[in-house]
């Protein structure tokens, strides 16, 4: 059985894709193949680690573009490669429904907070770990969930908690929820949710 293939999307620093790439590599992701690492810009920091890991990475310019040609071009680029599944690891654009009705359960995205708590539009970045620590709660975490056409509302396939502490700033939460929960859970759920895809070919 052929490993699934895979593109990661990214906008940003990538470390979840460092991860990824990682656990690739050490073998603790089998199931699925790195295929190709796309950004919808060209200074994301994300696509030196796709280079430097020898994946193929891949710009295609949102904002010179708009969305629909974004989506156009991105579509064919998944196609041209025979992406079986797509991982939106620090993607910054919301996809439309048109896009992700094409790909139902095959999208695979990445919160850093325990959904339904502190998602949807406009809970991105820093502004996640700031809203938890306005709100008060004690514990948040990680999301990986599927993306359907609502924000953050697709099913999902796995988290983890991660303890508020007293003196926890957003960049402080911001880190540890990474480094105790993102790095962890999302290439573990690419390994089972790849392993279902496999199965099922
Ligand atoms: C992560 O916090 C992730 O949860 C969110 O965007 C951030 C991406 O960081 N979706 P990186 O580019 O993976 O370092």
Not at 38 to 45: F, M, T
Request: proline share 3%.
């Amino acid at each position: 059985m052929q490993k699934v293939k895979t593109a990661v999307l990214v906008s940003g620093g990538g470390t979840n894709l460092q991860a990824i790439l990682d656990a690739e590599r050490s073998g603790k992701i089998t199931n699925a193949t790195i295929a190709a690492v796309i950004s919808d810009r060209a200074e994301a920091y994300a696509l030196r680690r796709a280079e430097q890991a020898g994946v193929e990475a891949v710009t295609i310019p949102f904002k010179e573009l708009g969305r629909s040609e974004f989506e156009r071009q991105l579509i064919l680029a998944l196609q041209e490669r025979g992406i079986e599944l797509i991982v939106l690891a620090g993607f910054m654009r919301i996809l439309s429904a048109d896009f992700t009705s094409r790909y139902p359960e095959r999208i695979l995205n990445i919160h850093p907070s325990l959904i339904p708590s502190f998602c949807g539009e406009g809970y991105y970045g820093l502004k996640v770990h700031r809203a938890a620590l306005d709100y008060g709660v004690k514990v948040t975490g990680a999301t990986v969930h599927f993306v359907n056409e609502v924000p953050d509302g697709g099913k999902i396939v796995a988290q983890k908690a991660v303890y508020i502490h007293s003196d926890d700033t957003p960049e402080s939460l911001q880190k540890r929820v990474m480094r105790e929960a993102e790095w962890i859970i999302f290439p573990e759920a690419i390994e089972s949710v790849a392993g279902n895809i496999r199965r099922s070919k």
